[in-house]
C-alpha cells in the first residue's frame, strides 16, 4: 500500500511539476502573455495548484523544486532587467530572487486565509485572475511609494541596519 500512495504522490508531482513549470517556462521564453493565454494557464491549474499549497507546507521535493525554479527564474529577471545593480551570481540577487518567490508563492500557501478575508475561494477559476491583478497592482504601488521620502527613509534604515548587522 505504502509503495502505491509513493506513487500516486509521485505522479501527482510530475503534473503540477509540469503544469506549473510548464506555464512559468513559456513566459519566460517570450510566450505572448496575452488574456487567452492567462486563462489557458489558470484553468490548467487549478487542482495543481491546490495541491502545490499543500504540498509547500509539507516540505515535498516538488515544492522545493518549484520553489529553487521560480527563485532562479526571479534571479533570471533582476540580473537581465537591471545587470549594473544585480550581477548574475551574486547574493544581493540571490537574496531577492528568493524573496520574490516567497512572496509569490505566499500566496498559494496562505489561500485559505486569503480566501475568508475575501469572502470568495481565491484558487477557484472565476478568481484566479485576482491574486495576479492584485499583486502587479501592489508593485506598482509600492514602486510609487518608495519613490517618496518617507519610502525613502525606510529603504536608507533598512539598509543602514542589515550594514550594522553584516559589520559586527
Known amino acids: 500500500m505504502a509503495s502505491n500512495m509513493e506513487a500516486l504522490r509521485e505522479s501527482c508531482d510530475k503534473h503540477v511539476r509540469d503544469v506549473v513549470l ?5 513566459v519566460q521564453d517570450g510566450a505572448d502573455v496575452s488574456p487567452d493565454f492567462l486563462k489557458g494557464m489558470y484553468e490548467a491549474s487549478e487542482l495543481s495548484v491546490r495541491y502545490l499549497a499543500r504540498a509547500l507546507v509539507e516540505g515535498s521535493p516538488v515544492a522545493a523544486e518549484l520553489f529553487d ?7 533570471r529577471f533582476f540580473a537581465g532587467t537591471w545587470p549594473n545593480e544585480f550581477a548574475p551570481g551574486g547574493a544581493k540577487v540571490r ?20 480566501s475568508r478575508r475575501l469572502g470568495i475561494d481565491v ?17 506598482a504601488h509600492m514602486g510609487q511609494w518608495i519613490a517618496t521620502q518617507q519610502g525613502d527613509q525606510l529603504r536608507q534604515a533598512v539598509t543602514e541596519v542589515n550594514e550594522e548587522r553584516s559589520d559586527a
Open 95 to 114: 537574496e531577492r530572487a528568493v524573496a520574490m518567490a516567497a512572496i509569490h508563492l505566499g500566496t498559494i500557501v496562505l489561500h485559505e486565509h486569503m
Open 22 to 26: 510548464g506555464a512559468a517556462g513559456e
Open 69 to 75: 525554479e521560480g527563485a532562479e527564474t526571479a534571479e
Open 123 to 139: 484558487l477557484q477559476r472565476a478568481n484566479t485572475g485576482l491574486l495576479g491583478t492584485a499583486m502587479i497592482d501592489v508593485y
